[in-house]
């Protein structure tokens, strides 16, 4: 049958919650009516029947359990429930655990692809991860889902349920016009493995899938089965599969669709030698314009000119097809929010090494994360938070550009979060030596201004710096506080280009990308036609779930209770007071604001209450510090490693009273940053 209005309706009426005395009474009337047919009455008769000739002379009477089974082996009861539109299987499961499925309910018209999740099997090497749970992440054209978390075994019981909406299209035979079958946009599944005791997130999968040949076959077939589909490591074990997961995929509502399969799968075939034929072009334009790029200069083929990437499972596409475009939530409403909220996930450095033949900028095994992988792991290497970072910021309207260079080398806040909290500072700072002076590989966002100057974004620390032309008179005698060092290509939606000034050192460089002389480009027009052939709806944030301030109440509480037992092993008493602790409140809320608004706000106010909360003769000590977790562990070993926090915690005297005050701030993708203050006041002894 063909889908229209009408039948979308009926889905909504099908749908239609009831109370559960009216769904009690309307399905017991189904079931009735069903039974009460000539052949299934007769069919129970019969099951009744032979089940008493096979107990005749038995002593022992027919129990109702008996019955039951022979009824239910007999597929009545499959029957029966197939009259009501579900099978014995689904409606066991549904009883066993409650599904996130939405409801099927759209505006007329719509159609969508219903995956269903049953269960996973040979993730061997997930095996001995006792602390850690598994999650399915799917991403289908701007549609984001999440699965609930299950045991890290080798065969996790995934159980999902999610639909998917499908870009309209018409059930005509015609394969050139708006059919199922032109729908090319496939499901990403990431696969993610959490530990329990660090909430760090690790991608160990992830699989682009395309639907149309399971639903093809579901259709020549006239039933939907359970496809098994291996999902694949990432990085250098994208090669071999890490799992397989189990499940199903359906159109509804159910329709008929007109097609021939022969001329189908003859047109996916095309399709793909078409996209093979188009990549080989590609590379073809690519050598030639390296050829062309590194003869202007020997020096060029040293420069950090990079044309290809590998995303995490495996595909080496040119680097401009990585930025998508990304929706803020409500939450985000500004680029300077968007720079921090991006900057809040944690910076993993991927080392490489090694050389690659075209425009590889001096790396080789390199993996850069699709942008739904990155959102899931919440963790990545510099281009994946300049990639988010853009593709937010393209949202607000801006002009922007990426840019691949270098910049002085510092150590990363995060980059050691691995390494013993114990031994975590005297590394830093370790780390800090040997690499003053060193550059690294870099990515950032540059934001044009109609003044002339150029604003530089670091995407992992959310900072921006205002740039200008050593030349510029406006500077004459300033330096830029930036610590990019070296630019040597740009790219953004429209254009790539590779720096050919003599030089490349940023202080240096000219930012006029329409100069050919001093920027070559690719060609807009080829930059254009490889991306359309990626293109897709720009993805959304998922809004938080997590109460904030229930969760500062928490963190508060345990804090505290830490804190009591650390300075009862000292011999020392703990008491807090609560009007100090209200106090400490407005420091927080000026500490966040300075790094999501650039906006140092006055404290004035924060001052002067906490002169008004201080007794005369008493002092007041304050630590406040910045926390990317929930740890109340790590909370307590920062104040210790601090000189200022260890005198607090275990400061002596007389009328001593500590505070504990938490501010807990959320953003999409449920990141979170924790702002803490541990303060006392203590009467002067002097």
């Known amino acids: 049958m063909n889908v229209d209005d009408s039948d979308m309706d009926a889905v909504d009426r099908d749908h239609e919650p009831l109370d559960p005395s009216s769904a009690k009474s309307v399905l017991q009337k189904l079931v009735r009516d069903h ?27 027919l129990s109702v359990e008996e019955i039951r089974s022979k009824i239910r082996s007999k597929g009545l009861v499959n029957d029966v429930l197939q009259s009501l539109g579900v099978g014995e299987d689904s409606a066991l499961e549904a009883s066993k655990k409650p599904h996130s499925m939405q409801k099927i309910k759209g505006k007329k018209g719509e159609k969508f692809l219903h995956l269903t999740f049953h269960g996973g099997s040979a993730f061997i090497e997930q095996q001995g991860y006792e602390t850690s749970t598994l999650r399915i992440h799917v991403q289908f054209r701007n549609q984001r889902f999440t699965s609930e978390e299950y045991a890290c075994v080798c065969d996790p019981g995934f159980q999902e349920s999610f639909l998917l909406q499908l870009p309209s299209f018409t059930d005509t035979s015609d394969t050139s016009s708006n059919t199922l079958f032109n729908i090319k946009d496939r499901i990403h599944f ?3 493995r959490q530990n329990a005791d660090t909430q760090r997130c690790e991608v160990i999968a992830s699989e682009f899938v395309d639907f149309r040949p399971t639903i093809l076959r579901s259709i020549l077939e006239g039933r939907t089965s359970i496809r098994s589909v291996k999902v694949h490591g990432i990085g250098m074990h994208n090669s071999l599969p890490t799992g397989i997961i189990h499940m199903k995929m359906e159109l509804i509502p159910q329709m008929q669709l007109n097609f021939d399969a022969e001329e189908i799968a003859v047109m996916m075939t095309q399709e793909k030698d078409k996209r093979v034929l188009q990549e080989r072009q590609f590379l073809v334009h690519a050598q030639k314009w390296w050829e062309e790029y590194t003869s202007i200069r020997p020096t060029h083929k040293k420069r950090l000119v990079k044309l290809f990437a590998e995303d995490e499972s495996g595909s080496r596409k040119p680097i401009f097809t990585y930025l998508r475009r990304v929706k803020p ?22 080392v490489n090494d090694g050389l ?8 080789n095994h390199e993996q850069w994360f699709s942008t739904h992988a990155f959102l899931s792991s919440k963790q990545g290497d510099v281009e994946d938070h300049a990639l988010l970072l853009a593709g937010i910021m393209l949202e607000f309207g801006l002009d922007l550009y990426l840019c691949l ?16 909290f114990d031994d975590k500072y005297l590394l830093r700072k370790k780390l800090n030596q040997l690499e003053r002076g060193k550059e690294e590989m870099y990515m950032w966002v540059m934001v044009p201004d109609d003044d002339g100057h150029v604003w530089f974004w670091d995407p992992v620390s959310g900072k921006r710096y205002k740039h200008w032309h050593e030349s510029d008179s406006r500077h004459v005698g300033e330096v830029p506080s930036h610590p990019f060092m070296t630019i040597d290509c740009v790219f953004n939606e429209t254009m790539f280009a590779a720096n050919c000034q003599p030089s490349h050192f940023i202080s240096e460089c000219s930012f006029d990308f329409n100069d050919s002389r001093e920027w070559k480009p690719l060609g807009s027009d080829i930059v254009t036609s490889v991306r359309k052939r990626y293109a897709s709806p720009p993805l959304l944030l998922n809004p938080s779930k997590i109460d904030p301030y229930e969760l500062a109440e928490t963190f508060e509480i345990e804090l505290k209770a830490l804190i009591k037992e650390h300075r009862h092993l000292l011999g020392m008493t703990c008491r807090f007071d609560r009007t100090l602790e209200q106090t400490l409140s407005p420091s927080l809320v000026a500490y966040e604001t300075e790094q999501s608004h650039d906006v140092l706000l006055d404290n004035n ?32 070993h920062i104040c210790n490693k601090s000189f200022v926090g260890k005198e607090i915690l275990e400061i002596h005297g007389d009328q001593v009273w500590h505070a504990v005050r938490c501010r807990v701030c959320v953003f999409p993708e449920d990141v979170v940053t924790v702002w803490v203050m541990l303060a006392c006041r203590y009467l002067n002894t002097v």
């Open 405 to 420: 260079g270098t910049k002085r080398c510092t150590a990363s806040e995060d980059a050691d979060d691995d390494v013993p």
């Open 35 to 61: 039974i009460a047919q000539e052949t299934v009455n007769q069919k129970v008769k019969e099951c009744v029947r032979d089940l008493a000739m096979e107990h005749e002379g038995s002593p022992q009477t």
């Open 605 to 636: 106010e924060f001052c002067l209450a906490i002169k008004k909360s201080i007794p005369k003769g008493h002092s007041f000590k304050g630590f406040p510090f910045e926390m990317r977790s929930l740890s109340v562990q790590e909370a307590l």
């Open 329 to 350: 939530s409500r939450a985000i409403e500004t680029p300077l929010q968007a720079a921090r909220f991006v900057s809040l996930f944690k910076y993993l450095h991927r």
């Open 356 to 363: 690659d033949s075209i425009g590889s900028g001096g790396r």
């Open 190 to 192: 990431v696969v993610i």
